[in-house]
Structures are given as C-alpha cells and as structure tokens.
C-alpha cells in the first residue's frame, strides 16, 4: 500500500503531554509538514507546552473545544489527516466525576468522525489506550482480544474505539488506533504517578502508594509513544489497531523508589494509602504487530526516568505553577486520610 502524503495534520489535544510532544517531534523531524493544534486548554493542556516551537511558522494554534461541530468542521476541511490526542486522562479524576471523560473522549470523538466523513480525509488516528483491555491477569493482549474496560475512563476510551471502527466500517473513514501503554516524560502533568512522585519527592511531601504497591505498568518515554504514533499515521492499514508498549513491568513501589534514589530523598517519604477503587493490576500488550514495521521503544525505563526527573529538576517554575491551589483541593479528595503533612506549607 502507498504511503499517505500528509502535509497538513489537525492535532487535537496537542497543548497536552504526548500530543505537544508529537507536534515538537514531527516538527523537528518533517520539514514539510503543517500542523494546526485544536486543543480546549484544560488543567492538563498550555500553550506553553508548544513553547519550543511557537514560533514555527509551520505551526497554527487554535483554542477550541472537539465537541463543538462549529469549531472543528472547517478546520477538518483545511487538512489532509486528523491525529486525535485530546481526552480527559487521569483515571483518578473519571471515579471522582466522570461527566467530562463521556463528553470528550465520546462526543467529542463522535463530533471528529462527523466532521472527518464530511471531508476527504487520508487517515484519522485515534489515541488509544492499552486500559481498554481491562486488568491482565496472565500473558499479553493482542489487537484482536476483546475489549474489557473496567474503569470509567478506559470505558470512554473503548466506546470512543468502537465509535472509530463503526465509522470505517459504515463509512469506509481511513481510520487507525493506537492502545498505548503508560507513558511518561517531560511537560507530564504532576497528577500521573512518575511526575506526581518526582515534585512530592522535590518538595520533600510523602509519596501516595495505593493498596500494596504492587500493581504494575507499562513504562514508555514518551519519544518512543510519539514515534510510533507518527509510524502508524504514515505506514498503519486503515482499520486497524495497534498496541505500543515499553515492554517493561514496573510496581508502584518500584517507581517510589526509583524517583527517591533519582531525587536524593529517604524512604521513609513512601506512604501507603487507601488502594484505588477497581484498580487495574496489571496491563500487558503483545507489540508484535508495530514491531513488524519496525519501531521498537529505544528508552529503558532507567534512562527514562533519569531524563525525566532531570526535566523535572529544570523546570521547577512549570510543574510550581500547575500544583495550585486547585491541584491540592482534588488532591484531597482524591487522596483521603493523608498525614497533615502531606500538602506543602
Ligand atoms: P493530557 O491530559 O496531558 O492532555 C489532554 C489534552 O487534551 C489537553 O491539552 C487538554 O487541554 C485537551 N483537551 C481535553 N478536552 C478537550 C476538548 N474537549 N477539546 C479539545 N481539547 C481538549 O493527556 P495525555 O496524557 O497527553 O494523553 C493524550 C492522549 O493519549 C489521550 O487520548 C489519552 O487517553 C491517551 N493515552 C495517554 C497515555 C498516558 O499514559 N498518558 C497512554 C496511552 C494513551
Ligand atoms: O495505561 C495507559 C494509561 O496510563 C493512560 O491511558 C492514562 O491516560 C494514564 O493516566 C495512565 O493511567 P494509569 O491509571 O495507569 O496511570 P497513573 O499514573 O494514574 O497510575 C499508574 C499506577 O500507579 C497505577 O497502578 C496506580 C498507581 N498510583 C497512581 C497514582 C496517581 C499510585 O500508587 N499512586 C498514585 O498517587
């Protein structure tokens, strides 16, 4: 099959983690590629995320919301395929209140697809997680296993899925999805366990272990994510899925450990706390089908994390800013019966 010739992408969500770091990466690495970002700039998204490359002319920046047909359908007209990152994607935040998670990651994907039909689009990409596959007991899954969601996030991430292949299916849409595994790197937001540990561990607060600590994940830099997202865009079989992951299982309390040793901190910061309800124990993917087209994640999690947490350490005023007064008060809620020092002064 003939390689799509992409020279205009519609990046949604790109002012958020892995999607500002696509935008980064494909700028740097495609000299004649245009990107337009579409991004709602939610707790999670800044345009200071995008500030490295905010003055490449090749770049357009656009404050606006998916679910907003008026806003989307003629942006989707100017471009020739559609990366779809934006999404509610903090697991903690869908228990506490899910009403967002099913508008965006549901509707808005829906408003997307509609849009999409209306053009002539070469490809529609779909970021997906490897949490629609629901807890891993044993082995790894496959693309072809079924889809088993167990938390309301993965939930609007599987429904958004079947949104996607409904719409190839029915409308014959040049659609690909992505099950990525847990991603980390640089510009994450300090909610997901590696950067809330790294700035708890750099502001000397106790580190949240849920239940045991022994629940694992999937670790991928998220260069690595951002790569094979860019390998399926150009080189993926409309209709297909396609799981990225680091290949590595690492528990809760090695994370702890591993951000205390990186930040010089004792152990005696790890506090175990009330386990996440539904917590997924383990996810595990079969990457052989991104392999075969020959991407491979280049970044062990050691190196990872030692890139990140030095992030991190450099961008003290980034991640300050994002743990207001906001942050803690969810904090709170989320986290019950933490020690009275478990919040800065
Ligand atoms: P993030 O929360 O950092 O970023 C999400 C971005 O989407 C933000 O910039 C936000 O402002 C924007 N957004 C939210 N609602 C919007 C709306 N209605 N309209 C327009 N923009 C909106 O998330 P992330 O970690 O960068 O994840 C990006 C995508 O990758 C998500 O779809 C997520 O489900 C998926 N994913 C994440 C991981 C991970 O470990 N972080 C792993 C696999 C897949
Ligand atoms: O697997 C991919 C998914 O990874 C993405 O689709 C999601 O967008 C992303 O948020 C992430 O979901 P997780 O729930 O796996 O990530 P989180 O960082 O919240 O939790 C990772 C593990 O760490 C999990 O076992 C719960 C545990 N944890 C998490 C937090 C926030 C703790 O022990 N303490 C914590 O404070």
Redesign the pocket.
């Known amino acids: 099959m003939a390689e799509p010739r992409l020279r205009h992408l519609l990046v949604t969500g790109g002012a958020g983690f892995i999607g500002s770091a696509f935008v980064r990466q494909r700028l740097a690495q495609d000299a004649e590629i245009n990107i337009t970002v579409l991004d709602k700039l939610t707790y999670a998204g800044s345009e200071e995320n995008l500030a490295e490359v905010a003055r490449d002319p090749r770049l357009r920046f656009i404050r606006g919301d998916i679910c907003d047909p008026a806003t989307v359908e003629p942006l989707t007209r100017e471009v020739d395929a559609i990366v779809n990152f934006a999404a509610e ?4 935040r869908s228990l506490l209140d899910a009403g967002a998670f099913v508008q965006t990651d549901v509707y808005g994907t829906y408003v997307l697809l509609e849009a999409a039909r209306h053009s002539r689009h070469q490809r529609f990409l779909q970021v997906s ?3 629609v596959y629901g807890h891993v007991k044993d082995g790894r899954r496959r693309e072809e296993d079924p889809l088993d969601p167990r938390s309301p ?2 939930s609007t ?1 599987a429904g958004a899925e079947m949104l996607v292949r409904a719409y190839h299916i029915s409308h014959g849409l040049p659609t690909l999805i992505t099950r ?4 980390y790197g640089p510009y994450q937001f300090p ?4 950067p ?1 540990f790294i700035t708890n561990a750099l502001q000397q607060v106790p580190l ?3 239940g045991d ?1 022994s ?1 694992v ?1 999937d670790y991928l830099y998220v260069d690595d994510h951002v790569n094979a997202i860019a390998r399926v865009l150009w080189k993926g079989q409309p209709g297909t899925a396609y799981n990225v992951g680091g290949g590595t299982e690492v528990s ?1 309390v090695k ?1 702890a450990d591993s951000v205390l040793q990186a930040c010089g901190r004792p152990g005696s910061l790890k506090h175990f706390v009330k386990d ?1 309800p539904g ?1 997924d124990y383990r ?1 595990a993917l079969d990457i052989r089908r991104i392999r075969s087209m020959g991407w491979e994640p280049r970044v062990n999690f050691q190196d990872g994390m030692r890139l990140t947490v030095d992030w991190y350490r450099q961008n003290d005023a980034w991640w300050r800013k994002r743990k207001s007064a906001d942050f803690w008060n969810y904090y709170q809620q989320n ?1 019950r019966g933490l020690p009275a020092n478990a919040i800065p002064d």
């Open positions: 994607s903090h697991v903690d997680t490897d949490e996030y993965s991430k990525g595994s847990n991603t909610e997901k366990i590696i809330l949240p272990i849920y600590g629940a994940r809760g994370v996440r917590h996810y986290y």
